[in-house]
């Protein structure tokens, strides 16, 4: 809870004068996932403390941790900023502070969670801590959703992404203490998830699950984050559906990543032609202007042109985060913003981390919401510079096999005895 706690109340950063444009929209903030001019932010105060709390009260949880091959791609992910050291494009001061960065917000949230979480009660105390957060956000959701996001400036002052997105079809989408509304968008929408999964699964049936539940998604769709509230509607769909409908739509989405993402990776993907001579594209783009989503287009093409100077630096990247001026704005979505910066081998890397753990129980039929998190978050980081930070804790508790346990709740009812049985009793390291 703690982490939470930072991640929902601290102020993101002390932003510079320079990012601060009354009015107008800048591009002189990238998010907190990776390093930038914004070197102390909360993505990377609020695991270290964690971490060190950890180290302080609970030396016990380190010495019953066992190193596996997934830690070694989240490590070397870490250090990756030495590549471009090596291939001389930065200073080793530079590399250094970069691969520190990368450490206390990847690293240490990853470790957090392979400490804590790798045990089944531990899995369902995360997603218990999803769902809450978003009960914490309902008085942004009402208040700033009615007049407008005001709770950061009047808590820590001006925010560079204050008013940029707000104004939505009915009144305001939120902002909270985040880095952007589009964060906060994803963050209740993985709440109301996560909410409706408990609904769905406690036995019996609670009704105080049911009604978090329902005001949860109700929040969510009154985010107007419409991104977020697919991936809500796709998210609670494969809570919904069968076995074989899943195993069916893993293969599907497999196919569909590897296809589309191979095309959309290539840099050729004509977007204005398509939308400009065929039916297709026409009816969508008109679709696209008449609810307001013109936004969509220009995060891909943006993608798009940056694609030509990553491919310079394929191996070792830039190592500096604004590799991107020579195009006057960054590629929107964090995976391109990482793989110009350190490479895409790095992004590999953290890819791997991530989704291995999530892909192997979805496949092996876990009825857990986790994986359902962490496949859901790390779409949405394909449209946007941030991460939804719960997301790598959920990967970490998965890196460690839970064999056997197609019927994972999550929480109370069905499947809790045989889960409970897997894993060790009280006074072991993993029974913690």
Same mark, same amino acid.
């Given at each position: ?41 909360? !993505? ?13 009260? !609970? ?73 809450? $957060? ?101 998210? $609670? ?48 783009? !008109? ?7 013109? $936004? ?32 006057? $704005? ?103």
């Amino acid at each position: 809870m703690c982490s939470f706690g930072g991640w929902l109340a601290l102020p993101v950063a002390d932003y510079p004068a320079t990012t601060i444009t009354a009015g107008s929209f800048t591009v002189d903030v990238i998010g907190t996932a990776l390093p930038s001019n914004l070197l102390v932010t909360k !993505a990377l105060v609020v695991p270290l403390v964690v971490f060190a709390c950890l180290a302080l009260t !609970a030396p016990h949880l380190f010495r019953g941790f066992r190193f596996k091959a997934i830690d070694a791609a989240m490590a070397a992910f870490c250090l990756s900023p030495l590549l471009a050291y090596a291939a001389g494009k930065v200073p080793i001061a530079s590399a250094l502070a970069q691969a520190g960065y990368l450490a206390g917000v990847w690293g240490g949230t990853w470790m957090t969670g392979r400490l804590i979480l790798r045990s089944q009660p531990g899995r369902r105390g995360l997603i218990t801590a999803i769902a809450a $957060s978003g009960l914490v956000l309902v008085p942004a959701a009402i208040l700033e959703g009615l007049h407008s996001p005001w709770f950061y400036s009047a808590a820590y002052g001006t925010h560079p992404f204050e008013f940029n997105g707000a104004a939505r079809y009915f009144g305001f989408r939120p902002l909270a203490f985040f880095e952007n509304g589009n964060q906060y968008g994803i963050w209740i929408a993985m709440a109301a998830l996560a909410a409706v999964f408990r609904a769905l699964r406690s036995r019996p049936q609670s009704w105080i699950d049911v009604a978090i539940a329902g005001l949860l998604v109700v929040c969510a769709i009154a985010s107007q984050s419409v991104g977020a509230i697919i991936l809500l509607v796709l998210g $609670s769909g494969w809570l919904l559906a069968s076995a074989r409908i899943r195993r069916i739509a893993i293969i599907a989405s497999g196919l569909l990543v590897a296809i589309g993402g191979t095309a959309y990776l290539s840099g050729k993907v004509p977007l204005r032609s398509w939308a400009l001579s065929t039916p297709a594209g026409q009816t969508t783009a !008109a679709v696209l202007r008449a609810t307001g989503r013109e $936004s969509l287009g220009w995060r891909v093409q943006r993608d798009q042109t940056s694609l030509p100077m990553i491919y310079r630096a394929p191996l070792t990247g830039y190592g500096t985060w604004d590799w991107w001026r020579p195009l006057k $704005s960054h590629p929107w979505g964090l995976p391109l913003l990482l793989a110009g910066q350190f490479g895409l081998l790095s992004l590999a890397l953290v890819t791997i981390a991530l989704l291995a753990g999530a892909i192997r129980e979805m496949w092996q039929g876990s009825r857990s919401i986790l994986p359902v998190v962490v496949i859901l978050a790390a779409t949405d980081a394909w449209l946007n510079s941030f991460v939804y930070f719960p997301a790598i804790l959920a990967a970490a508790a998965m890196a460690d096999p839970f064999w056997g346990l197609p019927h994972d709740t999550g929480h109370e009812g069905d499947g809790e005895e045989t889960a409970l049985a897997m894993i060790p009793q009280a006074g072991t390291v993993d029974g913690t």
